[in-house]
DNA sequence: CTTCAACGACTAGAATTTTCATAGGAACAG
DNA sequence: CTGTTCCTATGAAAATTCTAGTCGTTGAAG
């Protein structure tokens, strides 16, 4: 299950996504209401989260945006404000659901397990394999490093793939032969090296923790530090 | 609309009857949970509202009984106690909200109106596919974006409308295939690639923010961007 | 200490594949 | 018969995949 959180508050915002993840919910970040904006019509969530005072855009008028352009996601409404007339607004800007601050966490999970039992019949949630601060996105096919967008072509990508799914274990050369390019047997190509390359340029190369590794004589694994 | 008030306290009972009616909606009451049982389970109510101290039978018990008969009638509960755990037992009962005496008026339609609101448009299924501006009648057969009606033929149409429905995925052209043609076979075929064109003359031409994208050596997505 | 071989990193550009765009014919409905 | 829809075929353009090389490092032998 994906969840969209949309808070400026860092602390809050940290606090929210671990606390979700802990239900083993897919969880992504917005702090601001554009950047909300993008992301919830971009991508399929199953339930949004939204803080009303938001910079840019606010709470209520991003959910007034989205419901316009037809999305019918449930949203909930987090707020410090607890007046009646702020809840009112919240339900009237086709909010689903409304929790003051402070709240208790058990609740919030309760309310969104609620919302999200409807959407979740209808279709499947997206597939992320993470890593670290890595997330390949099997849906949408993009890879992204501390949320920074990776393009990659069609042969990276299986690669990349192949890697993550086996991290922590060393692959040889002749694994990902077979299982990346069919090939069965020693053609004499580098092709894999010059693969390794191309990965390593896009995914590790702006970064100081490394994650492609070369085991000499063995292959190479993917795994932190 | 048609609300079922399950509520065994008379004053409070007539209170929401009356307020209830205020908004034009059918309001039947019954005075514990046996009876309330009877009545949800042999009549289509649009919402049900459970008060959780109940003579004969509670509120709790009502609803996990009304759930495993398989209704999915949305459930609020009312109640004075206020605890989380309280909270965390109606939700678990198979609740969809949870509203803890003495509480406002209007924040209880309000909630109402959510629940009815997603019964409702569950039912109809959404005959509108939108994505950003534009929008896909199911039942006229015709695109519309920003407004400017777009005539399409029947393969237009449906692969229009696979594209939109898997929004924010890639599909791959076997995906598509089998989906949109029954194909399921390599023919060797090209028309997918013809029909993305004949799309995106007709939907994306006239306008800056592009809505089909293709992904090199792995298919289409639907996005905006 | 020097040399050489093995291995992997890295690059340029050639070869190949994939995609786009268009034209024209077959199939079909009215 | 006529107009529309659907599909095949084709060539150009774009993007990719891969080959063939150079370079650097390491470690062992001479």
Redesign the pocket.
């Known amino acids: 299950m994906k969840i969209l959180v949309v808070e400026d508050e860092p602390k809050l915002a940290g606090f929210l996504k671990r606390g979700l993840e802990e239900q083993s919910w897919e969880v992504e970040l917005a702090y601001d209401g554009q950047v909300g904006k993008k992301m919830a019509s971009n991508y399929r969530f199953d339930v949004i989260i939204l803080d009303v005072n938001l910079p840019l855009l606010n709470g209520y008028d991003l959910a007034r945006q989205l419901r316009n352009d037809g999305l019918s996601t449930p949203i909930l409404f987090l707020t410090a404000l607890g007046t009646i007339d702020d809840k009112l607004d919240g339900f009237e800007a086709g909010g689903d659901d409304y929790l003051v601050k402070p709240f208790e966490f058990r609740e919030l999970i309760a309310r969104v397990k609620v919302l999200a039992h409807r959407s979740t019949t209808r279709e499947q949630s997206s597939q992320v394999l993470t890593i670290a601060d890595l997330e390949l996105n099997l849906d949408e096919k993009v890879a992204r490093r501390s949320g920074n967008r990776i393009d990659l072509?069609?042969?990276?990508f299986a690669l990349l793939e192949y890697l993550m799914r086996n991290r922590g274990r060393v692959v040889s050369r002749v694994d990902i032969a077979e299982q990346v390019?069919d090939i069965r047997f020693d053609?004499g190509?580098?092709?894999i090296?010059?693969y390794?390359?191309f990965l390593?340029?896009k995914v590790d190369k702006d970064y100081p923790n490394k994650l492609i590794h070369?085991v000499?004589?063995m292959g190479y694994i993917f795994k932190e530090e």
């Open positions: 072509t069609a042969k990276e390019w053609t190509t580098n092709v090296d010059v390794i390359n390593r340029k070369t000499v004589g």
